[in-house]
């Protein structure tokens, strides 16, 4: 299936009046379908699997804001580290100080979202808060001497669930946290990014507060993965 056009221009006008960015999460879709809507006007795209991310930013327009979404392993950073705009979804110090290491041998500093688990599905990835907290918290090998990352968000999975307070609940959880570690004297976390929001629940979470939302099924129709 192809571009739902109409449905993205609906969306966008939609988000765009709530200053929230749309980014367009394209796993397993032709670079046709990509090319659709590159000229429609849409600039960010989201992957989950490194080697597709790579591929397709190699055949693709060099103003596309490619954003990894998926569960990064830490020894795949290098491949994505050269061109990543924004690495949503990491849950781990350890990642954090991979991501560090190889955007300091591409001179660069790389944008992050630090991913909280906010689901009740276990098999959903994701800091816990006390997880959160010892990110924050690290002093000799802390945070701060990581000069070549830039936490700048955070991001969560609501439950996949009919139960709407529920979700809403969950993203509520979220914007808390959010604000919790917003305003901290850290030169490399500046928070201002908050990803949640899907095609399912992205209009619960914009009325949480998201500030970006990852939308695949709306705009591409169901995805093939027999493909
Ligand atoms: C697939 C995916 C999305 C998009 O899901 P849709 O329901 O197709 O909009 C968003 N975020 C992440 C992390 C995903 O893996």
Request: hydrophobic content about 40%.
């Amino acid at each position: 299936m192809a571009v739902n056009t109409e449905a993205y221009q609906s969306i966008k006008k939609e988000l765009d009046a709530k200053q929230v960015t749309l980014f367009a999460v394209i796993k397993t879709k032709p670079v046709e379908d990509i090319i659709a809507l590159y000229e429609l006007g849409q600039r960010d795209f989201g992957e989950n699997y490194v080697q597709e991310l790579v591929d397709k930013q190699a055949q693709l327009p060099k103003d596309i804001r490619w954003h990894f979404i998926g569960h990064l392993q830490s020894n795949k950073v290098k491949y994505i580290a050269p061109f990543v705009h924004l690495i949503h979804g990491v849950d781990s110090f350890k990642l954090l100080k991979e991501i560090n290491k190889e955007a300091a041998k591409n001179n660069r500093v790389i944008d992050v979202l630090l991913q909280v688990h906010i689901a009740q599905e276990e098999t959903k990835f994701g800091l816990d808060e006390e997880e959160l907290k010892s990110i924050y918290n690290r002093n000799s090998d802390g945070l701060q001497e990581l000069k070549n990352v830039r936490i700048c968000g955070l991001m969560g999975m609501a439950s996949f669930s009919d139960d709407l307070e529920k979700v809403k609940g969950e993203f509520k959880y979220l914007k808390s946290l959010f604000e919790w570690y917003t305003d901290l004297p850290i030169a490399n976390s500046q928070l201002n990014t908050l990803s949640m929001g899907m095609s399912g629940d992205y209009r619960l979470a914009i009325g949480e507060g998201s500030t970006m939302v990852r939308i695949g099924s709306l705009l591409f129709g169901a995805r093939n993965y027999a493909k």
